[in-house]
């Protein structure tokens, strides 16, 4: 058909529908779920991250000094209970929460958070976290209610963090907003 459409996404197909017209479709249509996932993360992004839970200028001396700093934060600002600071310390007991050496997610074992909320710290210098130096600690706070939105941005934020390069443009980011912006742009392109 020769019609094109201003108010909805069209795919100009012939009228014998081949298998290029199959292929076209197909590709419009992870153009669109790639469009509706970028949308997505960035929403997350902006949703489950906070300016007074970006920390950097900071330097604890251990993990458990960066996990109590995190959490009176996340406390002082009525994201969660008393009790989640327990929960974080026992699920670092079972196993440390640090990754490819070099970043932490520290979370509690239960969903306690009144909402979800990622508390960053980016320390002046590398914290010591079981047998790693982390040089980045995200916090997850997580409500229940929030976990399958939540999951779709933190897988891609993960995988970002495991990329060596990205990894160490990240380091360099000093202010929230350049965090956010790096995300954006980033998260946007994993998808």
Not at 40 to 61: H, M, N, Q, Y
């Amino acid at each position: 058909t020769d019609e094109s459409s201003r108010t909805h996404p069209c795919v100009q197909i012939s009228a014998l529908l081949s298998d290029l017209d199959f292929s076209a479709v197909d590709a419009a249509l992870l153009r669109a779920a790639k469009a509706k996932s970028r949308a997505r993360i960035a929403e997350s992004v902006r949703r489950f991250l906070d300016p007074e839970l970006f920390f950097t200028g900071v330097a604890p001396k251990g993990s458990d000094e960066a996990i109590g700093f995190m959490c009176d934060a996340l406390e002082e600002k009525g994201i969660v209970p008393p009790e989640f600071r327990d929960s974080v310390l026992l699920r670092e007991t079972y196993s440390p929460t640090a990754f490819a050496r070099r970043f932490a997610v520290p979370h509690a074992m239960d969903f306690l958070a009144h909402r979800t909320k990622v508390a960053v710290l980016i320390p002046d210098s590398p914290i010591g976290w079981e047998s790693a130096d982390i040089s980045l600690v995200l916090m997850l706070a997580i409500n229940g209610d929030d976990y399958d939105d939540f999951i779709h941005f933190y897988q891609p934020l993960i995988s970002l963090l495991y990329d060596s390069r990205l990894y160490s443009e990240i380091r360099k980011v000093r202010t929230f907003e350049e965090f956010m912006n790096f995300l954006d742009n980033e998260l946007s392109e994993t998808e």
